[in-house]
């Protein structure tokens, strides 16, 4: 089992920055993949970023490119993703997850966290 505890979220003004966190514990060894996802009420969850176990593979939707960042430290089993030049349609609950191959479909995904909410006002 992997356990998964996101921080970080929280109400920021369009332009602005956040980062977000994921501590993840138990046998991380075996989901070397790690991932963010999001979801907007009404909306479907959909993929952020996601970076492999050495962080030599980084991937990202396109609407985050050049301003989000996902990098993880493995001494700390923590996944991080800078968020900056926020826009409102930024606004959703962050997940972060775990699994064994880097990919951007969330059923490739065996662990999840609880979320983290992300405001971003006009």
């Known amino acids: 089992q992997v356990q998964l505890v996101e921080s970080g979220g929280g109400l920021v003004q369009a332009g602005g920055s956040l980062r977000l966190s994921c501590a993840a514990s138990g046998r991380t060894f075996s989901t070397p993949a790690m991932a963010?996802?999001?979801?907007a009420p009404g909306k479907e969850r959909e993929f952020v970023a996601a970076i492999s176990w050495s962080g030599?593979?980084?991937k990202y939707t396109d609407s985050v490119k050049g301003r989000f960042?996902?990098?993880?430290?493995?001494?700390?089993n923590t996944v991080y993703l800078q968020m900056n030049s926020l826009k409102p349609?930024?606004?959703a609950v962050?997940?972060?997850?775990?699994?064994?191959?880097t990919q951007v479909v969330s059923r490739g995904y065996d662990y999840w966290g609880q979320g983290t909410q992300v405001t971003v006002s006009s």
Do not use: H, M, V
């Open 94 to 101: 962050y997940y972060c997850a775990a699994g064994k191959i």
């Open 36 to 39: 963010w996802f999001r979801q």
């Open 89 to 91: 349609e930024d606004t």
């Open 69 to 76: 960042t996902i990098s993880r430290d493995n001494a700390k």
């Open 56 to 58: 030599g593979i980084t």
